[in-house]
């Protein structure tokens, strides 16, 4: 069982159950269904799908609604525009005339946010431009490089305090289906401060949801932001791709180490996303340089590396699958426990915590197979997990949102479970589920953690070392 989870995109490439068993089996834990592409009814027809997929599988299943944002783009147009470095052209808020090189945009907000002397990056800084003029008909930029302008390319401010909502009224609208398909997390785009987070919280509350917000880093505000986000958000995603191009790229390798240590140190699960295998989009070979990817992100003690285009619509997305569980478990053969140090810790619960420190170092010292967590919310999977457990973490719960939200933590697999009243109920069940999965043979150790008394909602107080029977 692999310690790293997998987070692997919906689409095309993968629309049938049948797909969906096969990637489950060689290491996807949940799915992402990606609203920049497609309206409601692509949306429950993609949950449905994923739902009937995962309802007979080991563990349970994450399904993921990635939220689509205000993402900026330029307006389709007919044709293209081949530019030259220095040629100019004007980005208006009305309506494209290519012939006259001036070309709209989906939000008006961007004409009246930037400024001269800033930059405008098109495609993922394929083309970068340079403001050269604002005037009440639009903005006059200069190409800094040649390239050929295609319609809905997208655009990044890296300069600019762009003046528009994080969530959108189409965000709304998705983040209300997201809660009627009971979707287990909300990844947030475009976040830019913890003020996003409260937002999306609200909506979710009053749509009557109990989703999880993973808040996506993609715009320098939200680096400027880190740390409060962190704490409101319920976990992060590091999208590469976007972040990329509103930050120096150089920057990504050390900001990527950065992100995941802050996010370890708070007890939320972080992803590494965005072109981790890309070039398996059209070959069944990864490189060398994508499976170093992939294994960094295992070393940094990452909790989850996702699959984007290379699963939704890419030729071979079995084989990528196959590839990064390889990866990942070629990783952690060789990957050392980082250093943990309790005052650097944020801790909410600190007995809770002290029994998983106590269940770490047990673990260590006991030659133990596996780890037992009796939890109510998930918090004593979480803390457990985040001291990076050489075995596997069984969360023992009778909640299934709380299962199918572990899904995405580092070591952690859920399993359903009634309401405990005895210790020797909980020993019965963890003999069975040890012989049951393999996780343990007769006679070997493993821990149970848990709150007693059982069945109160007990904040986690005890750990045992049991023989199995």
């Not at 037992?372 to 979480?382: E, I, L, P, V």
């Amino acid at each position: 069982m692999k310690h790293t989870k997998i987070l692997a995109t919906y689409g095309p490439s993968i629309n049938s159950v049948e797909i969906l068993h096969r990637l489950m089996a060689e290491g996807v834990n949940a799915f992402r269904v990606n609203c920049s592409h497609g309206d409601k009814s692509d949306f429950l027809s993609a949950a449905s799908t994923i739902r009937d997929a995962s309802a007979g599988s080991d563990f349970p299943i994450g399904l993921l609604f990635d939220i689509s944002g205000p993402k900026l783009r330029l307006a389709r147009f007919e044709g293209e525009i081949a530019l030259e470095k220095g040629d100019a052209i004007t980005i208006c808020a009305g309506n494209s005339d290519i012939e006259n090189r001036i070309i709209g945009v989906n939000h008006p907000e961007i004409i009246s946010s930037v400024r001269m002397g800033e930059r405008i990056m098109i495609d993922d800084g394929n083309l970068l431009l340079k403001i050269l003029e604002v005037n009440k008909d639009g903005v006059i930029a200069e190409a800094h490089n040649k390239y050929t302008l295609l319609p809905a390319k997208g655009i990044n401010l890296p300069d600019t305090d762009i003046k528009i909502p994080t969530i959108t009224d189409k965000d709304r609208e998705d983040i209300k289906t997201a809660v009627e398909v009971d979707a287990d997390f909300i990844a947030l785009s475009f976040v830019r401060s913890g003020d996003d987070i409260i937002e999306a919280q609200k909506l979710i509350k009053l749509y009557g949801g109990r989703q999880k917000i993973i808040a996506k880093l993609e715009k320098r505000e939200a680096i400027e932001n880190l740390d409060r986000i962190i704490l409101l958000a319920d976990g992060v995603m590091i999208a590469r791709g976007d972040l990329g191009v509103e930050l120096p790229p150089a920057e990504l390798p050390r900001l990527q180490k950065r992100i995941i240590r802050k996010a370890n140190r708070h007890h939320r699960p972080v992803i590494v996303a965005t072109q981790m295998l890309e070039s398996m989009r059209f070959s069944p070979r990864a490189t060398r340089a994508e499976i170093n990817d992939v294994a960094t992100a295992v070393f940094d003690h990452a909790d989850t590396v996702m699959l984007s285009a290379e699963t939704a619509t890419g030729e071979y997305p079995l084989e990528a699958v196959q590839v990064m569980t390889a990866a990942i478990n070629s990783a952690e053969l060789d990957n050392d426990r980082p250093r943990i140090l309790f005052d650097e810790q944020f801790i909410e619960e600190p007995i809770a915590y002290t029994i998983a420190g106590a269940v770490s170092s047990t673990e260590q010292l006991s030659q133990t197979k596996a780890i037992f967590a009796m939890t109510t919310t998930g918090y004593t999977a979480s803390l457990i997990s985040k001291l990076f457990q050489g075995v596997p973490i069984i969360a023992l719960t009778a909640d299934h949102k709380v299962r199918n939200q572990l899904a995405l933590l580092r070591s952690v697999y859920p399993l359903p479970v009634g309401i405990f009243t005895s210790l020797n109920g909980v020993i019965e069940k963890v003999n069975e589920v040890s012989q049951k999965y393999g996780l343990a043979d007769k006679n070997n150790n493993v821990i149970i953690t848990g709150g007693y008394p059982f069945g109160k909602g007990t904040t986690t107080n005890f750990m045992m070392i049991h023989i199995v029977e």
